[in-house]
């Protein structure tokens, strides 16, 4: 399978509840687990700034470019470097990429973008570019698809995706988030707004309801699906309860309901502010199982493999299949 990712993702943003070193973790974790070899992380190109136009303004693009505060950049609670905004016009190449990639071989992760608080003419919630909606729009440009998904399951609505798309019916968006919390809501084509403290159960069975009717009902050439890490229940902002076993269950949900209909999927990681990044980390490296599951390339866990002649004593159980919190 490939994954695409950048070194240059580990943007330095000062001092932030934000965790840039995160992709990195999710490389070395699956590399570590023998899941994935270093030839499959498909580095994205060098980003073509008509490509941020085709979803964001003019003169937003150019107070990027110019590294200029104003109205259109102030809100994204983010420094404003060259550093930065190179670094989000690359997460809009590599989710380009990523979608390419998912056409051709039915599933892809991008290890970074998935930044939905980006609006066409402004950025906030640490978001300056909407890499979401730069790749659909790119693929319809290609006219590689007509009509494109987008679900999202980050703790956050995804406010910046729903207003770009609000009157364009060939992409379907979804967000399914914590309802009191940030951002101001903008309307989705079909929102799940959870009430705080919504754990495993509750939360998989609002998805179930929702997902294989959009899937059936929209008929997506692509689905980009926004697997934030961000409704765990030690993340920092906010209170979703979510275990990693409920949120890889998420994940299979979603990646398994394209796959069977055999659309094309692109996972996003979006957010994550657990307490412990490592969790993060683990999370996203987690939804990445899930992709190489439904490819028919998990390779399984050595502690779960068979051992020659055991002992008596020898009596523990297998491993879980994913990390229990
Ligand atoms: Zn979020």
Redesign the pocket.
Known sequence: MRFVYSDRYRINIGAHVFPTEKYAMVREHLLADAQAVPEDFVAPPEPNVEDIRLVHTREYVDDMLNLRWSQRTVRSELPLTWEIVQGFFLFGAGTIAACRIALEDRVCMHVGGGFHHAFADHGEGFCYVNDIAVGIRKMQQEKRIERAAVIDC???QGNGTARIFQDDTSVFTFSIHQEHLYPIKEQSNLDIGLDDETGDDEYLRRLEEAVPGILDGHKPNLVVYVA?A?PYRYDQ?GTLRLTKRGLAMRDRQVIEGCFRREIPVVVVT??GYALDTKDTGEIHYNTARECLRVLGQLKPRPSAEPQPSPSPNQTEPPAPETGQS
């Open positions: 980050d703790l956050h934030g961000d902002l979006a957010g």
